[in-house]
């Protein structure tokens, strides 16, 4: 009996693989990103990017869309910028609610590989590295929930508006003072972008 199950099993997988449709795209996208959590009403709102490579794994109308961009997430006014570099990975469902309108969610993986702040003072400006080895605050790993619409413009062309919300702290202020009260700051982005599929 197991062995017919296994049988079974084998041939639904091999017969789904046989309809399931593979693309290979590249991804861009321009962010509107801040900050949310404890303390940060006052993060101003700042434009930054992201691009890389977007991958499609298709079956009717639902499809498995994860993507591998690099991103910069920037928070900018007057005196204040703060500047953030991550790899991210969006692992979206995609289900297409029209021929050529489709929504989009998942979790989404971030590996932080820079973040810094540099304030100016009219005379000169100052600049904290949190990833610096004297500091070491910076969370390397975050983890959130990306969501969004899309349409397609022309069969190898997709646009798309995205939210993303980060659940985990982008800094660790307890890494620098350890009796410091827990804080989180979080990563909230807007994006408007675009994936051509050339393959």
Same mark, same amino acid.
Request: proline share 4%; glycine share 8%; no cysteine.
């Given at each position: 009996?197991?062995?017919?199950?296994?049988?079974?099993?084998?041939? =639904?997988?091999?017969?789904?693989?046989?309809?399931?449709?593979?693309?290979?795209?590249?991804?861009?996208?321009?962010? *509107?990103?801040?900050?949310?959590? #404890? #303390? %940060?009403?006052?993060?101003?709102?700042?434009?930054? *990017?992201?691009?890389?490579?977007?991958?499609?794994? /298709?079956?009717?109308?639902?499809?498995?869309?994860? +993507?591998?961009?690099?991103?910069? !997430? !920037?928070?900018?006014?007057?005196?204040?910028?703060?500047? %953030?570099?991550?790899?991210?990975?969006?692992? =979206?469902? !995609?289900?297409?609610?029209?021929?050529?309108?489709?929504?989009?969610?998942?979790?989404?993986?971030?590996?932080?590989?820079?973040?810094?702040?540099?304030?100016?003072?009219?005379?000169?400006?100052? %600049?904290?590295?949190?990833?610096?080895?004297?500091?070491?605050?910076? @969370? %390397?790993? +975050?983890?959130?929930?990306?969501?969004?619409?899309?349409?397609?413009?022309?069969?190898?062309?997709?646009?798309?508006? !995205? /939210?993303?919300?980060?659940?985990?702290?982008?800094? #660790?202020?307890?890494?620098? +003072?350890?009796?410091?009260? #827990?804080?989180?700051?979080? @990563?909230?982005?807007?994006?408007?972008?675009?994936?051509?599929?050339?393959?």
């Amino acid at each position: 009996m197991k062995k017919i199950l296994l049988l079974v099993a084998v041939m =639904l997988l091999a017969a789904s693989s046989a309809f399931a449709q593979f693309s290979l795209g590249g991804h861009a996208a321009a962010n *509107f990103s801040t900050m949310w959590g #404890d #303390d %940060t009403k006052d993060v101003p709102w700042g434009l930054g *990017f992201n691009a890389g490579v977007a991958t499609k794994i /298709s079956l009717g109308l639902f499809a498995v869309a994860p +993507e591998v961009d690099v991103g910069l !997430r !920037r928070q900018s006014d007057d005196e204040v910028t703060w500047s %953030t570099w991550a790899i991210e990975i969006p692992i =979206l469902a !995609r289900i297409n609610v029209l021929p050529i309108l489709f929504i989009e969610a998942g979790p989404q993986l971030a590996f932080l590989l820079s973040s810094e702040i540099e304030q100016d003072f009219g005379m000169g400006s100052v %600049t904290i590295d949190y990833g610096d080895d004297k500091i070491d605050a910076l @969370n %390397t790993f +975050e983890f959130g929930v990306a969501a969004g619409i899309g349409v397609t413009v022309i069969p190898n062309l997709d646009l798309n508006f !995205r /939210s993303v919300i980060g659940f985990t702290s982008v800094i #660790d202020v307890k890494k620098v +003072e350890p009796e410091a009260d #827990d804080q989180s700051i979080k @990563n909230l982005q807007f994006q408007v972008g675009a994936t051509y599929w050339f393959m």
